[in-house]
């Protein structure tokens, strides 16, 4: 009796321990079949697979830390700065760089802390909330004026340019890059600040060679008279681009304007009329559309000097018997848009960031064409023509951008001004 109780309870014992076994084999089973193909193609028992597979595992989480370590190395010592916000707007890392661009001094990585009570910038806040909106990368160059709770001395309280690229990342959060612009902004002021000072000392001397060239061209005798009749256009762009330099930089430095009553349309057709002796050596035509009659709060001389280097400009590049475009409508209010849009070639793609800029040149196709006379031309191919046309719109309040028109590929420049008192429909 005795031993058939023993035989009894090994038997039982052995049908627990081989369905315990065929239980581990199966979920042994199933965590292998997750593994990768590598992992398992080689045939041995299911126990030796398994502690291959941990040893892989453990190769790759090592790589994988490795590569992460390496990363946040690089932002450690990246020239530029980078941080990172969650959903919240909570920042949850920081390098040394952009703590010191943007005066974070009372943070520490682990805190929870919204980045507006660190860093007193809405421009930097808004491009965050906008790329979250819009899941786009998003960038923005803006001046960043660090508060004194935040700068521990005078000289980190002062202000500078700086430029933000910021990407959308998972679960909401967003990560920004932040490159310091002041030094090149500084670089700028101080070239246009000795290119206005040699202006003012070239302005003087070019207008008494004018005058000695008109009076050896009045004396002189063929063929010497023909090499003074020559040099007086040369003289005249020489002088022009002075005149305009020194312009320039009375708009930048003092942008008073006489605010008046202007009726747009009246002041466009006037521009027309003063360039129209351009215009027909090209067989140019004119086209306009949209509002009949729209007023503004502005300075009329200054419009009229904006509208004539745009349509002086788009003249030039348009071509023979064609037509430029010139569309007035009212998309706000008080916000009136100009639209001016010529057949010619249109901006580089690559140069249209910089076709505003002083003595810009991009593709040879709208290099300056030497006109007939040096007084058909308002701008001379000076290259400051748009770049005085931006400062005369942004002393107004308003934005001027450059594009190329779609359907056509010509230049397509589009002018946003304020300040509407009254239109009228067409």
């Known amino acids: 009796m005795a ?17 315990q076994y065929t239980q581990f084999q199966k979920r042994l089973q199933q965590v292998l079949r997750r593994l990768p193909a590598e992992a398992t193609e080689i045939s041995l028992p299911s126990i030796n697979l398994l502690q291959r597979a941990i040893v892989k595992q453990k190769e790759y989480s090592a790589q994988l830390q490795a590569k992460i370590d390496l990363c946040e190395y690089l932002l450690e010592v990246a020239p530029v700065g980078y941080l990172q916000v969650d959903e919240e707007n909570q920042l949850l890392c920081c390098n040394p760089q952009a703590q010191q661009l943007l005066n974070i001094q009372r943070w520490k990585i682990g805190q929870t802390r919204l980045l507006l009570e660190l860093v007193r910038s809405y421009e930097l806040d808004h491009l965050i909330e906008q790329t979250r909106d819009r899941q786009q990368p998003q960038a923005i160059e803006w001046v960043f004026h660090p508060t004194f709770t935040n700068a521990v001395s005078l000289g980190e309280a002062q202000s500078r340019t700086l430029q933000a690229y910021s990407y959308p990342l998972p679960q909401g959060k967003v990560g920004v890059f932040i490159e310091n612009r002041q030094p090149l902004v500084e670089l700028a002021q101080t070239r246009d600040r000795t290119l206005s000072d040699l202006a003012h000392e070239l302005k003087t001397p070019l207008t008494s060679i004018r005058l000695i060239a008109e009076t050896l061209e009045q004396q002189l005798e063929p063929p010497l008279q023909r090499w003074a009749e020559r040099i007086l256009p040369e003289i005249d762009r020489l002088i022009k681009l002075v005149q305009e330099w020194l312009e320039l930089n009375q708009l930048e430095t003092n942008s008073k304007l006489n605010r008046q009553s202007v009726e747009l349309r009246s002041l466009i057709s006037t521009v027309w009329e003063t360039l129209e002796p351009l215009a027909q050596n090209k067989k140019i035509q004119l086209s306009y559309s949209g509002l009949e009659a729209v007023w503004l709060q502005a300075d009329e001389s200054r419009l009229y000097r904006l509208f004539l280097n745009l349509l002086d400009n788009s003249i030039k590049y348009s071509l023979p018997e ?9 998309i706000a209010a008080n916000q009136v848009q100009i639209d001016i849009i010529d057949s010619g070639s249109g901006f580089p793609n690559i140069d249209l960031p910089y076709v505003f800029d002083r003595l810009y040149r991009g593709d040879p196709a ?22 005085i046309a931006r400062q005369i719109v942004l002393a107004h309040g308003g934005t001027i951008k450059a594009m190329n028109y779609p359907q056509t590929g010509g230049a397509w420049l589009q002018v946003l001004l304020p300040e509407v008192l009254a239109n009228s429909q067409n």
């Open 322 to 330: 064609s037509t430029i475009d010139v569309k007035l409508s009212l």
């Open 366 to 387: 709208r290099t300056r064409q030497p006109p007939t006379h040096p007084s058909c031309s308002v701008s001379a191919g000076c290259g400051l023509g748009l770049a």
């Open 3 to 19: 031993l058939l109780e023993f035989f009894l309870g090994l038997a039982i014992g052995l049908g627990i321990w081989f369905w």
